[in-house]
């Protein structure tokens, strides 16, 4: 250990004066973990000794006071030996500066992800942060410099209102790459009523004929507002649709603007169809189109490419194979034959056959066995390829400047290597931004294989935290990794006494429908051993908060980290048996 500390002396000499211990006592756990020391745990742990098994937050005082109690002397702490004390305080005292004070009952403390609304909706901010939220998560990758500005401000105002504090961390979209675009598909509406198991219409089919724009809202048939103005209660619409079946549409309520239909078959509206009321007619507008896909099986084939333009949708069984852009090109400079490819977050994975000018040839190896779809704008992964992107670039200064000004913290998207590090710090000083705390997302197997020479790169601002991003982390390195990957980030970073975020999907199940599942309680639970725990957005994320707040203010009773606290257990206890 003492020898590591001396030859890593540049490195750690560069850190800023809050993080020099911490950057000593991570090299002092990477010492001990160079090699395997299993067999000297188990011969400690015989022997009533400590297994060196807690040991992150204070390596050589850990060591030491093990080798005092096999000497049988007195410990005597080196210069640079954090005692047990301040190894804990010092992640304590790393997260308050992070994310402020800790709330009252519970350590970790709850990011949650902005939805759109968050814009525009000050009631809905302000709920959110009287239910708990403590740091408000607002993503780059989504809305603009204009809504990202007014979410940070409504989050400030709410805060003040509610009287509890409430960070802004802003994330930087980074270079995820994903599928270019398909053709668009016909412009049609499906009208299905529910039938019962012999077939007979139970449940009408319902739609709405209104004047304007369909706008993407589910059965919203735009026609001309004239005539919807005609319409009465009682009316039957006549059309013949596109399979050239005759329907009804019967006007069940006529309101300015737009009327609501009935129709007991099945039918199927598309942009331009006549529809005629007793030979009052009109014309269906522009209907939104239908989002295409490709359907992939195992052994098919799938051309990624350069060329961003609409792809032809392919289907398993059809001559030919499937292609689709790529919106990285980069990629088709570095990937290999041989290499996996895997897309849409692990539905689909591959391996490379062939790369041709612009072209990557992958082989589907696995999929759902009746195809999986491949639609646009769905992630791409090249796990086992060395990819130049930059975490960051002139195109994020806008989310930059935007930070500079109104966020607390700035989140790092697919970082690669610590050179990622040395350019966000660079673009921060150039937005004079460098009082921004750097949340380092760890969602790339190379960002993981070098999180300490990262985390030490990262070290050189004053405010420093990790998120575990385990959805992309998972997909990359296999979801039966995932478990082993997390619990390394975690031992790293206490290591480091840097703050750690659970993340991805938490209550995801709670905060979309209102009801959690039994294994996402667990994982929540789990939560208590990071110092914050995100939420994503949903209609039901208010809900979520609450009931996070509660478990991880009953797991604060019962664990700090990877440490149970022992609390009494009543059993055979003389007054609770009284009882």
């Keep these: 250990m003492r020898r590591t500390e001396k030859d ?27 090699g395997d020391v299993r067999h000297l745990q188990r011969w400690l742990g015989a022997r009533g000794l400590s297994s060196l098994g807690r040991c992150e937050a204070h390596v050589l005082a850990t060591v030491q006071s093990v080798r005092t ?37 519970r350590v970790p403390r709850i990011m949650v992800t902005m939805p759109s609304e968050a814009a525009d909706d000050f009631a809905l901010v302000r709920r959110l942060v009287s239910k708990g939220m403590d740091v408000a998560r607002i993503n780059g990758a989504h809305d603009d410099p204009s ?7 409504n989050v400030r105002r709410a805060s003040s209102d509610v009287g509890r504090p409430c960070r802004v961390s802003m994330d930087l979209p980074g270079p995820k790459m994903r599928t270019g675009p398909l053709e668009d598909g016909p412009r049609v509406v499906k009208l299905r009523p529910q039938r019962d198991l012999r077939g007979v219409a139970v449940v009408a089919a319902t739609a709405t004929l209104a004047s304007g724009a369909a706008d993407g809202q589910a059965n919203v048939v735009p026609v001309g507002p004239a005539w919807t103005e005609r319409r009465r209660p009682g009316d039957v619409v006549e059309l013949v649709d596109a399979r050239g079946s005759a329907r009804q549409l019967h006007v069940v309520e006529a309101q300015a603007g737009h009327c609501e239909v009935l129709v007991w078959d099945t039918a199927y509206l598309e942009t331009g169809l006549e529809l005629s009321c007793e030979g009052d007619k009109a014309r269906i507008g522009a209907l939104p189109a239908i989002a295409q896909s490709h359907r992939l099986c195992a052994g098919d084939v799938l051309v990624l490419t350069r060329d961003l333009r609409p792809a032809v949708p392919w289907s398993h069984g059809q001559p030919g194979s499937a292609r689709i852009g790529c919106t990285l090109p980069g990629a088709f400079d570095a990937a290999r034959v041989g290499q996996r490819v895997i897309l849409d977050d692990g539905k689909m994975t ?52 935007v930070a500079a000004v109104h966020a ?39 960002a993981y294989s ?40 975690l031992w790293i970073c206490e290591a480091a006494h840097l703050p750690v975020i659970w993340a991805t999907e938490v209550l995801d199940q709670l905060a979309r429908t209102g009801r959690p599942s039994r294994a996402e309680v667990t994982d ?14 949903g209609p039901h994320v208010d809900a979520a908060i609450v009931f996070l707040d509660d478990i991880l203010r009953r797991m604060s009773r019962q664990q700090r980290k990877n440490t149970p606290l022992l609390q009494p257990i009543d059993s055979w206890n003389e007054t609770a048996t009284q009882a």
Aim: hydrophobic letters at 45%; charged letters at 25%.
């Design 524 to 537: 929540a639970a789990m939560g208590q051993r990071a110092e914050c725990v995100m939420l994503n957005k």
């Design 147 to 153: 809504a990202w500005e007014r979410m940070a401000v």
């Design 408 to 446: 607390d913290m700035i989140a790092v998207s697919f970082l690669r290597h610590e050179r990622d590090v040395d350019e966000i710090h660079r673009y921060l000083k150039t937005v004079h931004a460098e009082h921004l705390g750097l949340v380092l997302k760890i969602e790339t197997t190379a």
């Design 450 to 489: 070098r999180l300490p020479e990262i985390l030490l790169h990262a070290m050189r601002s004053p405010l420093v935290g990790v998120m575990i991003a385990r959805g992309d982390l998972a997909v990359e390195a296999g979801y039966d990794r995932l478990a082993e990957l997390q619990e390394e980030i």
């Design 69 to 105: 109690a096999l000497d049988g002397t007195e410990p005597r702490p080196g210069p640079t030996a954090e005692s047990f004390e301040a190894g804990r305080s010092a992640l304590d005292r790393n997260t308050d500066a992070l994310f402020g004070a800790r709330p009252p009952g």
């Design 8 to 34: 890593r002396e540049p490195e750690i000499s560069l850190v800023d004066p809050a993080h020099g211990v911490d950057a000593i006592n991570l090299v002092h756990y990477l010492a001990l973990r160079h």
């Design 350 to 401: 591959g391996l490379i056959d062939g790369v041709a000018d612009g072209e990557l040839r992958v082989r589907i190896v696995s999929a759902s066995a009746k195809g999986s779809r491949l639609r646009a704008e769905k992630g791409i992964n090249l796990p086992d390829t060395e990819l130049a992107a930059a975490a960051v670039s002139d195109a994020d200064m806008p989310l930059l400047e």
